[in-house]
């Protein structure tokens, strides 16, 4: 077994298109994909087989990564029943500017409906979030994927920032309701030695002019 040391500033986490962080709810076209990404893991010679693979704090399940062309994917293997649980993506964000893009990365997930509500997905990111990734949501969320970082936000150090133009912006560890559902609120789970300081000094992370929820700060602007 081997394990993924990312760093406090990944450097290889580069060039991911951007994806949801939705669970796939699950298809044939999801099981065929499945069936052929563990035909590919468990076949000598393909560039799938010689993965990295890292043990889990679930029994029988362990991860498989690999970056290709800049993409960085993390499969989950059930090797008591021989398939493959699903996996996870590691995303950029297109809306993010050059200096943030190499720091921050938006999950996206898809698990077979068999292995879903197991606690799968939580524990690859907090296998990512331990290795000294900081991760950021996608434009939307589900329920159950906001859920899901709510959950993880009471183990790792957690904000809120604004994207605009390619610019980032703080916003505080809570915004309000009308905030938070707005396109360009995104949720930020710190990484294991990151601070929110050393993020918004190496990503050029703009501080909100006025503290507290944004409504306020847009009521002083106009004044």
């Known amino acids: 077994m081997s394990t993924l040391t990312l760093g406090a500033f990944p450097g290889w986490f580069a060039r991911i298109m ?7 709810p699950g298809s044939w076209k999801l099981d065929n994909e499945l069936d052929s990404l563990y035909r590919r893991i468990t076949h000598p010679g393909d560039r799938l087989h010689d993965m990295p693979e890292v043990e889990t704090e679930i029994p029988g399940l362990v991860l498989r990564y690999r970056e290709a062309d800049g993409e960085f994917y993390v499969y989950v293997v059930d090797k008591v029943r021989g398939r493959l649980a699903g996996y996870t993506v590691f995303n950029r964000l297109v809306e993010l500017g050059r200096r943030a893009d190499p ?17 799968i997905a939580a524990a690859v990111y907090r296998w990512a979030l331990n290795a000294g990734q900081c991760l950021i949501t996608g434009a939307r969320q589900s329920v159950a994927a906001r859920a899901l970082w709510q959950s993880l936000a009471r183990q790792y150090e957690s904000g809120y920032v604004e994207i605009r133009r390619k610019a980032m912006t703080s916003l505080g560890p809570q915004v309000p309701d009308p905030v938070l559902h707005d396109l360009h609120t995104r949720m930020v789970l710190l990484g294991r030695g990151w601070t929110w300081p050393t993020l918004a000094q190496a990503s050029g992370m ?18």
């Open 18 to 24: 951007e994806l949801r962080i939705d669970v796939d």
């Open 103 to 119: 720091l921050l990365r938006a999950p996206h997930s898809k698990y077979d409906p068999a292995y879903q509500r197991r606690g």
């Open 206 to 223: 703009r501080e909100h002019a006025c503290r507290g929820n944004r409504h306020a700060f847009e009521t002083r602007a106009l004044r």
